[in-house]
């Protein structure tokens, strides 16, 4: 039985079903329209937050053949608009432009979860630049969602380590020349921010004022949308928190901050996870803690049937406090002010 639900078993009150009866919530999908494909666990950073374990270190990496039934199944599902790409830092996937450039030819959406100082570090292993990337993506009209701690160094380089708050702003500017944050480009750049500790994320419309005129002020940036998102209490930050001794004290903070209204926009209701093997899951959480899903069998991109998918029951657990707690929290940042 896996952590998570040997401690379910010891504590119902981190029940999440038991929540949502509490609430009279029942919580199918609503549709599917967003692949979410995590195409690496490799990395150039080392976050302390970081859910999926990401560094240096990690090899694994999403095949072509994978990626190749990925953009089959986006190419026979017209219901799926948008592709969702992630990772650890995605663009080490040595398939990672293909896989944009291809998606692109089938009119898709296309968001990759960027974290900013992979442009200046480049590949770890192999020494590859990427200074190409902000270009390639204006090309490609990506929309890019990138990792920002905080809009002050210090808090920025706690939370990620020395100097990645002026890599990122070196990279921001790189984005920014290509013509990404102009409202009149069409190129959209948003930043993500998560708390640097075991706290839930201030109101997203003020913290991304404050971005907006700290970013402007001291370095010139914009960037068009801010999304808020809440530490999630599994393997390296709940790590930190058991080391700590703070992981009941915060798994409470997210129960008694449960909101019903953020529960029914949870993003698991209009999204699958693809991992970088191709099995399929509810979100990137479920993922990380081999939460499959489980239509008669195991599910991965080689069974892929819309129609079952977006009937399936969406599998929870304790970790889902932490989407639902306050203004929520998906990858579209709160989801509820």
């Known amino acids: 039985m896996k952590e998570s639900a040997l401690h379910l078993v010891n504590n119902t009150r981190y029940n999440f079903e038991n929540k949502l009866s509490e609430h009279d919530l029942d919580l199918p999908p609503l549709a599917i329209d967003t692949l979410q494909v ?3 666990l490799k990395c150039n950073q080392a976050c302390l ?4 374990d990401s560094s240096p270190k990690r090899t694994e990496q999403m095949s072509k053949e994978i990626i190749d039934k990925c ?3 986006l190419r026979n599902n017209p219901q799926l608009k948008n592709l969702d790409l992630t990772g650890g830092a995605p663009e080490l996937n040595p398939h990672f432009d293909y896989f944009v450039s291809e998606a692109k030819k089938l009119g898709k959406h296309i968001m990759v979860r960027h974290n900013l100082t992979v442009t200046i570090d480049g590949d770890p292993t192999t020494k590859e630049s990427k200074m190409y990337l902000p270009k390639f993506y204006a090309d490609n009209k ?3 969602i990138s990792s920002l701690p905080y809009y002050q160094e210090y808090f920025t ?3 990620r380590g020395k100097g990645v708050f002026q890599k990122s702003i070196e990279s921001l500017r790189m984005l920014n020349e290509a013509g990404y944050g102009d409202e009149k480009s069409g190129l959209i750049l948003d930043l993500v921010y998560n708390p640097v500790g075991a706290f839930l994320p201030a109101s997203q419309e003020i913290l991304e004022k404050d971005y907006k005129e700290e970013l402007w002020k001291n370095y010139q940036l914009k960037f068009n949308n801010l999304y808020t998102m809440t530490n999630m209490p599994i ?6 928190l058991e080391r700590l001794g703070a992981y009941e ?7 008694n901050a449960f909101n019903p209204l953020a529960a029914s926009g949870i993003m698991c209701r209009s999204l699958l996870s693809v991992s970088y093997d191709g099995r399929i899951y509810d979100c990137d959480f479920n993922q990380m803690l081999n939460m499959q899903v489980f239509v008669d069998k195991p599910m991965t991109v080689f069974d892929f049937d819309y129609n ?12 889902c406090f932490g989407c639902t707690a306050g203004a929520g929290s998906s990858c579209g940042g709160a989801i509820s002010e």
């Open 157 to 159: 380089d706690k939370q």
């Open 249 to 255: 004290e915060y798994m409470e903070k997210l129960i």
């Open 49 to 52: 937050h970081c859910h999926v």
């Open 235 to 240: 393997h390296r930050f709940r790590e930190q």
């Open 308 to 319: 079952k998918l977006v009937s399936r029951k969406i599998i929870f657990d304790s970790h």
């Open 38 to 40: 995590n195409v690496t």
């Open 142 to 144: 990506v929309e890019v």
């Open 71 to 73: 953009l089959e199944i």
